[in-house]
């Protein structure tokens, strides 16, 4: 069984051609996401008139065939694999990492290995004291793959049950950067809209405005701006929903740059931009988000713990890029 049914062939006109064929694809084939898209191009399962096309970001020809060739789903049993981590802190009960962009949180088809959970059991090892009778690592919050930034994981039963209620009564100190289409306005306030799973597409969550969702409250603020189109801006979260970021700033018109899932096609904000700016924004291969800063009591020494990093390479050369 496949993660999706397989989509169907798609054949380039020419008003395709040009563009980088993995925003091509994402934007006819509506089921998978740009960034689960240039994983299979990766792996060799995109042919382009039946031979692999492996390379992203290579330009649409038109008249050509693209075929998506999902691989079967295997049943995932997290194994250790010894990846690097930039370990930010570490005792008996829990580790503070910077995930970088690209790293899927737990394994699922099509990510059956390589992620946060392979890399923590081999890294914490026989620190692993048993969580739910497994010994496992215990992951109280998530980062999308795509996103970066500061994630604490528990160690112990203890850690992990004190951890969990801290983020469930809000009692966690978040904070994230992000570059956006557009200008908010005002330049701080608040997002406060229910997210759900949006009722035409369930691999998408959506602000519902009829009940049905969960209550979602972002607080953000401008930086700076660039040429009246694009924002970097902070947010901060008063309650932690999938994609919340991503969903209220679609939502309110500002789709994250990048965005593989919630910016469907060019934002009107992209043609008053310089070309330079424009082409690095439209083509940044990512969601423009990263989770700088991470606050929580300490669940054993009841110490005040804070974590910060700088945003990774691939967003501070899109910033210098834009201005």
């Not at 380039?12 to 084939?29: C, E, N, P, W, Y």
């Not at 059956?112 to 009778?133: K, M, P, Q, R, S």
């Amino acid at each position: 069984m496949t993660d999706t049914a397989p989509p169907a062939p798609v054949i380039a006109t020419a008003d395709d051609a040009g563009q980088r064929t993995d925003r091509f694809i994402a934007s006819a084939v509506t089921t998978l996401s740009r960034s689960r898209i240039k994983s299979l191009m990766e792996s060799g399962h995109l042919l382009r008139n039946g031979s692999p096309l492996r390379d992203p970001a290579e330009p649409v020809r038109a008249g050509m065939c693209y075929e998506i060739h999902l691989p079967p789903a295997i049943p995932a049993t997290p194994q250790g694999q010894d990846i690097g981590l930039d370990v930010l802190y570490e005792d008996r009960d829990l580790i503070v990492l910077d995930k970088p962009a690209g790293m899927v949180v737990h394994p699922a088809p099509g990510n059956e290995d390589g992620t946060l959970v392979n890399a923590l059991l081999a890294h914490c090892g026989e620190g692993l004291t048993g969580i739910g009778g497994e010994k496992r690592p215990g992951i109280v919050h998530r980062l999308d793959k795509d996103t970066s930034g500061v994630m604490v994981a528990a160690k112990t039963e203890m850690a992990h049950q004190a951890l969990s209620l801290a983020f469930a009564e809000r009692r966690i100190d978040r904070a994230y950067q992000a570059i956006c289409w557009g200008i908010p306005t005002p330049a701080s306030g608040s997002f406060d809209g229910a997210i759900g799973r949006d009722r035409r597409d369930r691999k998408r969550m959506a602000v519902i405005a009829n009940g049905g969702g969960k209550a979602a409250l972002t607080h953000y603020r401008i930086l700076d701006t660039f040429h009246g189109g694009l924002s970097h801006v902070e947010c901060r979260l008063a309650t932690g929903r999938t994609h919340q970021i991503r969903v209220h700033f679609a939502h309110a018109g500002h789709a994250l740059v990048g965005d593989p899932v919630y910016l469907r096609r060019i934002p009107a904000a992209a043609r008053g931009l310089p070309p330079d700016a424009k082409h690095a924004a439209l083509d940044f291969a990512r969601q423009a988000l990263h989770a700088r800063r991470l606050g929580f009591i300490h669940p054993r020494s009841g110490e005040q713990m804070l974590f910060e990093t700088a945003p990774p390479e691939d967003f501070r050369q899109l910033l210098d890029s834009i201005v």
